[in-house]
């Protein structure tokens, strides 16, 4: 694992973990796509996983015990210093298994005070907009560290992958640079 140190304002030393969250199971997904591309474009000493098994988690109901996957992704938010969530839409919202896993960490807390950024990409004009709207409040209700460059709505994004299964739009990807150079300052603020 790729290990940074940096010095934060109370002289303690904290390594750097983003941590993915795809909204979508498809493997060939375009929102992972997204994903990987951001990954790769973090500094080379900041280490990066995208978390596997969303479909794995229980449906959501307060009082029911932990299982083994839910127990993975509680700790995978855990142990990240950010989050980076990309998804679909689907039917105007967010898929039902992302916001099933977001529901699981409101009583814990898990992401509470920690820096996000939410990302939404779709094949069609709108970018997915209806679901970044929909996931931003559900982030800010799980009291996500976020402000206004947080957020990143990507439409047409078929054609904004080669064949090679890559991004090849300069505009997205200094869109996704953005929201590294975001997350950084959010992860340094205090
Ligand atoms: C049942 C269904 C409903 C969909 N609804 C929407 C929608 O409301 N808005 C939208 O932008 N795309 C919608 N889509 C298209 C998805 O955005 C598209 O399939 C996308 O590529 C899925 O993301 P992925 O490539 O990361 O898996 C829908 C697709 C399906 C199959």
Avoid at 95 to 122: E, F, H, Q, R, Y
Avoid at 160 to 178: H, S, T, V
Wanted: proline share 5%; hydrophobic share 40%; charged share 15%.
């Amino acid at each position: 694992m790729k290990r940074v140190w940096l010095q934060d304002c109370n002289t303690a030393m904290k390594h750097i973990h983003i941590l993915g969250i795809s909204g979508s199971l498809r493997s060939d997904s375009t929102n992972t796509v997204i994903l990987k591309t951001l990954g790769s474009l973090l500094p080379s000493d900041i280490s990066f996983e995208i978390f596997q098994g969303l479909d794995e988690i229980p449906h959501f109901s307060p009082g029911i015990a932990d299982n083994g996957p839910l127990s993975r992704f509680k700790q995978a938010i855990q142990q990240a210093t950010a989050v980076v969530v990309c998804t679909p839409e689907y039917a105007f919202g967010v898929p039902g298994t992302l916001k099933n896993a977001l529901d699981w960490t409101v009583a814990t807390g898990d992401l509470n005070d920690k820096p996000v950024s939410a990302i939404s990409a779709s094949p069609l004009n709108s970018g997915g907009s209806n679901a970044l709207a929909s996931l931003l409040l559900t982030l800010t209700a799980l009291g996500t560290k976020k402000n206004e460059g947080s957020a990143l709505s990507v439409p047409n994004i078929k054609s904004k992958i080669g064949p090679d299964g890559q991004i090849n739009d300069e505009g997205l990807l200094e869109a996704l640079r953005m929201q590294v150079d975001n997350l950084m300052r959010l992860i340094h603020s205090t």
